[in-house]
């Protein structure tokens, strides 16, 4: 059952028999793999659609880079105070309650990483199809794909982590690539007299400004998924901070610097017109060759998110098992490899199905509420878990040098919060859904801990 850890602990007295085998470097790549997916590709053109100027596009991405940044800040303390395996899950559960880290880690497997697995992998998968023309159909494929990366990280974490980093350099080298190549196209400016649209009131500006705000965190989205594999990481105090911050860091220099190239070689609405705008930039850039050479680079950074995903959010449902609330199998560990082969096949095994019966997309339009609202929710356990720290006498030089203000903390909170009003004022069908899904989640977690009772 459940019980609350001293602040002093180590992660080896939380997270018997995972083995330390990760260094800052690999926690650093999967930070960044975390966050790089198929959305920088995308979204750019979905934000220039709704605001209509380069300065409120950039602006856009400059304040989501500042939002996500800050929420590496506060994860980097609660990181410090708590270098537990199941991160976001372990923060909850000894903040506020474990119900509700039990509610959150139902919603990772059932609505966010299995639904977003399954949309990425399936993304993989077309692209992977067009380059090859392989005769698969794009389900097959993207449950191969998923299917391969479950192999590969039952093998261990160290094997995993070898092949997110691999594929994180990879794709930050195909964005350095778009960068560069953008930078020296021809610009393509706005046609003489076509003038941009002009927002009506300050209300409007506002909403559209927070409408825009939505794929912008999702694209910024992923950077906390590291903290799952905290109780993995040497030196967890020390290197997993250092992680975060560098790793969200490097990511906004990469973000602001491709949305510049798009709106400096696309032009406003030649940019809110192109649905894969990477593609039309290296298009303009290098011919069809252009085209081709990005469309390798989004299937290899589509298939780094999938290999994080795996890697990552399976020690969540190893943590609900080690206390109690989810089936005792998911958390045994391999003697061998030291991995949670269970868990890690039963993240898996969802993505494949929901990849296989394409209700994805339905899916998808949980996430960005769901995540929103459980962001804002984790930033409040570091007031609490700072309490429990000072009543224990915990005044380590790690959380010390992490130390957020409460401003900060505050505003990431608001602003985390209102994306997530955003989102369902958008989509109020969908997001009620995933409301739903959330709810059901409550009297699963009683069950469990009446099997526990009687166990």
């Given at each position: 059952?459940?019980q ?11 997270a018997?028999g ?6 800052p470097?690999d926690?650093t790549m999967?930070v960044?793999?975390g966050i ?5 590709f ?6 220039a659609?709704?605001?209509h100027?380069?300065?409120l596009?950039?602006g856009a991405w400059?304040v989501g880079g500042l939002?996500?940044?800050?929420g590496?800040?506060?994860y980097?303390e609660?990181a410090?105070l ?7 899950y372990?923060?909850?559960?000894e903040?506020?309650?474990p119900?509700?880290a ?8 059932l ?14 998968a077309?692209y992977?199809i067009?380059l ?8 097959a494929?993207a449950a191969a ?10 093998l261990g974490?160290?094997?995993g982590?070898?092949l997110?980093s691999?594929?994180?350099?990879l794709?930050i ?7 560069a190549?953008?930078?020296?196209a021809?610009?393509?400016s706005?046609?003489a007299?076509q003038?941009q649209?002009?927002v009506?009131?300050?209300?409007s500006?506002?909403?559209?400004f927070?409408?825009a705000l939505v ?5 910024y989205?992923?950077?906390?998924t590291?903290s ?9 105090r020390?290197n997993l901070?250092?992680a975060l911050?560098i ?6 220099v ?5 949305n510049f190239?798009c ?5 406003v ?6 649905t894969?705008?990477a593609s039309?930039?290296?298009?303009i850039a290098?011919g ?8 390798i ?13 795996i ?5 969540v449902?190893?943590?609900m098992a080690s206390d109690?609330?989810f089936?005792k199998?998911?958390?045994w ?6 991995a ?7 993240q898996?095994?969802?993505a494949?199905?929901?990849?296989i019966?394409?209700?994805?997309e ?5 996430v ?5 609202l459980f962001f804002?929710?984790?930033?409040v356990?570091l007031?609490?878990l700072?309490?429990?720290?000072a ?8 959380a010390r040098?992490?130390?957020?203000s ?9 602003a985390?919060?209102l994306?997530a009003a ?12 995933g ?8 009297p699963?977690?009683?069950f469990?801990?009446w099997?526990?009772a009687r166990?």
């Amino acid at each position: 059952m459940y019980q609350q850890v001293p602040s002093h602990s180590t992660a080896a007295h939380v997270a018997p028999g995972l083995a330390q085998r990760l260094g800052p470097f690999d926690a650093t790549m999967i930070v960044m793999g975390g966050i790089i997916g198929s959305g920088i590709f995308m979204n750019p053109h979905v934000v220039a659609g709704v605001v209509h100027t380069p300065l409120l596009i950039l602006g856009a991405w400059a304040v989501g880079g500042l939002i996500a940044l800050a929420g590496a800040f506060i994860y980097a303390e609660l990181a410090a105070l708590r270098p537990q395996v199941g991160g976001q899950y372990a923060y909850i559960r000894e903040a506020l309650h474990p119900g509700l880290a039990f509610i959150y880690g139902w919603t990772l497997l059932l609505v966010v990483q299995s639904g977003g697995m399954a949309a990425v992998a399936v993304t993989f998968a077309r692209y992977f199809i067009e380059l090859s023309h392989v005769g698969f159909s794009d389900r097959a494929l993207a449950a191969a794909a998923l299917a391969i990366l479950t192999v590969i990280n039952c093998l261990g974490v160290r094997a995993g982590s070898a092949l997110q980093s691999v594929l994180v350099v990879l794709k930050i080298a195909a964005i350095v690539a778009l960068i560069a190549f953008g930078l020296a196209a021809e610009t393509h400016s706005q046609p003489a007299g076509q003038s941009q649209p002009i927002v009506r009131d300050q209300w409007s500006a506002i909403t559209a400004f927070g409408a825009a705000l939505v794929p912008v965190l999702f694209a910024y989205g992923g950077w906390q998924t590291a903290s799952f594999v905290a109780g993995e990481i040497r030196e967890p105090r020390k290197n997993l901070p250092r992680a975060l911050i560098i790793g969200v860091i490097g990511v906004v220099v990469l973000y602001l610097s491709v949305n510049f190239v798009c709106v400096r070689v696309l032009g406003v609405d030649g940019l809110a017109a192109a649905t894969t705008p990477a593609s039309e930039v290296m298009r303009i850039a290098l011919g069809e060759r252009g085209a081709r050479l990005i469309a390798i680079g989004i299937a290899i950074s589509t298939l780094g998110f999938l290999s994080q995903s795996i890697l990552t959010a399976p020690r969540v449902y190893f943590a609900m098992a080690s206390d109690g609330l989810f089936f005792k199998r998911v958390a045994w560990l391999h003697p061998k490899t030291h991995a949670p082969v269970v868990a890690i096949v039963l993240q898996g095994a969802l993505a494949v199905i929901v990849a296989i019966s394409g209700r994805y997309e339905q899916i998808l339009n949980y996430v960005v509420s769901i995540d929103s609202l459980f962001f804002g929710v984790t930033a409040v356990c570091l007031f609490a878990l700072r309490k429990q720290a000072a009543r224990a006498g915990d005044n380590s030089s790690a959380a010390r040098a992490f130390k957020v203000s409460a401003v900060v903390i505050v505003l990431f909170i608001t602003a985390e919060w209102l994306v997530a009003a955003s989102a369902v004022y958008k989509d109020p069908l969908h997001s009620a859904i995933g409301l739903v899904i959330l709810l059901a989640g409550i009297p699963v977690y009683f069950f469990w801990q009446w099997r526990g009772a009687r166990a």
